[in-house]
């Protein structure tokens, strides 16, 4: 039987990564904005790590 | 990674975290409701609201809410007023026994336009109030404090531990895979994993900036020690500016938004309290725009003369401060924000709350391995 291929640095990396200038950026963004679209871009880098937490670990089986 | 090198991580992730797991834990479950202290204050009936009244109604004198709420409690004096951030209506004064920090305070919130008493919320009981206090220090002053900051310094190096542990874990295993099909323990440690790995930077900002804002007291200190300190050279060896001899603190108002055009009052620190001298008002003024309304401009006016003493910079530290606590708070980008401030602090219990089964599961696993070992040794003792 074949072993699993190892991943690469970037292949563990890049999700997380992704995940996490997403946090910053809604982070540091909320910072500056006063309000309206900003607020809700902000909110929106936010969700995205959250979501993933939930889709990965409670969502349908893949 | 070398197998050493392996291990040095794995001991630093698996201590850090069992130290501050259970302090952490407490911290999340008590942030949960701070979150959201202004909903669940409408809820409970301790938010203070401004009737509706014509937007040009004039507003009384700064001189006459503080007469006001002095009447209430003739027995203390003010140590701050501040202006509501939502309802600049809204004057906020707190009142205690002496100038000293304390937590024996009563709040009276007065009408900026009729000097009317809107009420005097307890802010120092009640359910909302053992959050903050547990969350804070513990009800443990300074010492608890820093203990929890303490705390969150074990939280960061647990978090990088695990960021570094996450690629050996990992290399086998696509982002997001978890064996449900396989043991529970499995289940978890993938999870854990998962969530961790997700929930990275914001737990790192959140547990820093958590820990910087338990030094708050100090950097105050260390402030009015570097900065403060020779500003008052003149002022050395006199006592606090006794209530009579002070001046309009309307009129100081005036002259601080002067002397900083294009800012808005924050709150005012009264003569001998923590955030002044014996001898000034000093008027924090907050910037009008989304990132400067975080910031503060300190301007000293001689509680006597009204006259403005010095309006210094604040110093880099105490920049950091101010800025690192909306991102502790999460307060600052609406409802959308309150709402996955809460959900991922849930994500943060669930990863601490695996990492502590993970380790119990760990260490049942070995016993049991240990047993075995010991009953298949020569000699072992069998019934």
């Not at chain 2, 050996?168 to 099909?181: D, H, N, Q, T």
Request: aromatic share 10%; charged share 15%.
């Amino acid at each position: 039987m074949n072993e699993p291929r190892e991943s690469t640095l970037w292949d563990i990396w890049r999700w997380p990564v992704l995940l996490g200038l997403l946090t910053a950026v809604g982070l540091v963004g909320a910072l500056f904005s006063d309000g309206g679209l900003g607020d809700l871009l902000a909110g929106l880098c936010l969700w995205a790590p959250a979501l993933a937490g939930l889709w990965y670990g409670w969502g349908p089986r893949r | 990674m070398q197998a050493k090198t392996l291990k040095t991580w794995t001991w630093v992730h698996k201590w850090s975290s069992l130290v501050c797991t259970v302090f952490m834990l407490l911290l999340c479950l008590t942030g949960l409701p701070l979150i959201f202290h202004h909903e669940l204050g409408h809820l409970l009936g301790t938010e203070v609201e401004a009737p509706s009244m014509p937007a040009d109604t004039p507003r009384v004198s700064l001189d006459r809410v503080l007469e006001v709420a002095r009447a209430q409690h003739p027995d203390r004096v003010v140590q701050f007023v501040s202006q509501s951030e939502d309802d600049p209506n809204l004057w906020f004064v707190t009142l205690t026994p002496t100038p000293a920090p304390t937590d024996d305070f009563r709040s009276v919130v007065v009408d900026a336009r009729t000097g009317a008493v809107l009420g005097q919320p307890r802010f120092d009981q009640g359910f909302m109030w053992i959050m903050l206090k547990l969350h804070v220090d513990l009800f443990a002053g300074l010492a608890g404090k820093l203990f929890l900051g303490f705390m969150g310094l074990l939280l960061l190096a647990a978090v990088v531990s695990g960021a570094v542990l996450y690629s050996p874990f990992m290399r086998k295993l696509a982002f997001g895979s978890v064996r449900r099909e396989r043991t529970t323990r499995l289940k978890w440690l993938d999870l854990h994993n998962l969530l961790g790995a997700v929930t990275l930077v914001w737990l790192f900002v959140v547990g820093g900036t958590g820990m910087i804002n338990t030094w708050a007291d100090l950097l105050i200190k260390y402030w009015q020690y570097d900065q403060l300190s020779s500003l008052l050279a003149p002022y050395q060896g006199q006592p606090t500016v006794p209530l009579a001899e002070r001046g309009s603190v309307q009129r100081g108002l005036e002259v601080a938004l002067q002397q900083a055009p294009g800012t808005q009052l924050s709150f005012i620190a009264f003569p001998g309290t923590a955030f002044s001298s014996p001898h000034h008002h000093t008027y924090f003024l907050r910037g009008s725009e989304a990132f400067t309304s975080r910031l503060l401009q300190p301007v000293l006016i001689d509680a006597k003369t009204t006259e403005v003493t010095a309006a210094p910079h604040l110093p880099w530290y105490l920049t950091a401060l101010l800025v690192s606590q909306p991102l502790h708070f999460g307060d600052y980008g609406g409802r959308l924000m309150q709402i996955v401030w809460a959900l991922l602090d849930i994500l943060t219990i669930i990863v601490l709350g695996s990492g502590l089964y993970l380790w119990l599961a760990k260490r049942r696993g070995e016993a049991r391995s240990t047993a075995a070992a010991g009953e298949d040794a020569p000699g072992a003792v069998t019934p």
